[in-house]
T-cell receptor
Framework: AQKVTQAQTEISVVEKEDVTLDCVYE???????LFWYKQPPSGELVFLIR??????QNEISGRYSWNFQKSTSSFNFTITASQVVDSAVYFC????????????FGKGTMLLVSP | DAMVIQNPRYQVTQFGKPVTLSCSQT?????MYWYQQKSSQAPKLLFH???????NEADTPDNFQSRRPNTSFCFLDIRSPGLGDAAMYLC???????????FGSGTRLTVV
C-alpha cells in the first residue's frame, strides 16, 4: 500500500523567511510519481510539480525548489523568501507510474506567511 | 484553454434532498475522478471512471453515485445528503500516458 506522510501540520513564518515542507512516502513500486499541490483558501488544487522516481535531480522554479532523495523516501519542498501569497495548504501526493492510477495524498501542511 | 469545469462553485442543499454535482472537461482525458475533501483533511477518492468503466472505492458510501454519459461529462449524485457530507468535492481528469492530473476548482457543498 502507498502512504504519504507530511508530519508538519502547520508552519508559521514571517515574510522573506525560507521554509521547507517535508514529505516522506512509502511504496512498493519501483516506478512512481511524486507531486506537490498548493491549495489556497479558495479551494482549488494548483499543480506545482511532478517528479518521476527515476529522476533524482533537484529542481528549482523561481522561489520554489524540490529535493528528492530516494534513499530516504523523501520529497521536500522549499520556498525561498516566502511571501504572503504563499499562504496555503500544501499537499504532497504519490501515484503509480501508470496513466490512470489514483493519487494518494498526504494530510497537508498549512503554511501561514505573515507580513 | 482546455480545462476541467465544475458547477456550481457553491451548492446548498437540504438534509435528505438529492443533489447532483457536475464536472466537464475539454481535455479529452479518458479518466475522471471524484474526490471528497472535508475541512482540514486531504482529498479522499470516492470513485473514478476509466473510459466507461466505473471503479468504486471500497469505503465509498452507497449514498454516493456517479454517472458518466460521455467522455466530457461526469456527475456526482448524493441520494440523501447528511450533515456529514458537507465538504469540497473535487473533480479531476487524467489520460493514460499523460501521467498528470488536472483538477477542477471544486464544488463546496453545504447541507442544511
Amino acid at each position: 500500500a502507498q502512504k504519504v506522510t507530511q508530519a508538519q501540520t502547520e508552519i508559521s513564518v514571517v515574510e522573506k523567511e525560507d521554509v521547507t515542507l517535508d514529505c516522506v512516502y512509502e511504496t512498493r513500486d519501483t516506478t512512481y510519481y511524486l507531486f506537490w499541490y498548493k491549495q489556497p483558501p479558495s479551494g482549488e488544487l494548483v499543480f506545482l510539480i511532478r517528479r518521476n522516481s527515476f529522476d533524482e535531480q533537484n529542481e528549482i522554479s523561481g522561489r520554489y525548489s524540490w529535493n528528492f532523495q530516494k534513499s530516504t523516501s523523501s520529497f521536500n519542498f522549499t520556498i525561498t523568501a516566502s511571501q504572503v501569497v504563499d499562504s496555503a495548504v500544501y499537499f504532497c501526493a504519490l501515484s503509480e507510474a501508470t496513466g490512470y492510477s489514483t493519487l494518494t495524498f498526504g494530510k497537508g501542511t498549512m503554511l501561514l506567511v505573515s507580513p | 484553454d482546455a480545462m476541467v469545469i465544475q458547477n456550481p462553485r457553491y451548492q446548498v442543499t437540504q438534509f435528505g434532498k438529492p443533489v447532483t454535482l457536475s464536472c466537464s472537461q475539454t481535455l479529452n482525458h479518458n479518466v475522471m475522478y471524484w474526490y471528497q475533501q472535508k475541512s482540514s483533511q486531504a482529498p479522499k477518492l470516492l470513485f473514478h471512471y476509466y473510459d466507461k468503466d466505473f471503479n468504486n472505492e471500497a469505503d465509498t458510501p452507497d449514498n454516493f453515485q456517479s454517472r458518466r454519459p460521455n467522455t466530457s461529462f461526469c456527475f456526482l449524485d448524493i441520494r440523501s445528503p447528511g450533515l456529514g457530507d458537507a465538504a469540497m468535492y473535487l473533480c479531476a481528469t487524467s489520460s493514460e500516458g499523460n501521467y498528470g492530473y488536472t483538477f477542477g476548482s471544486g464544488t463546496r457543498l453545504t447541507v442544511v
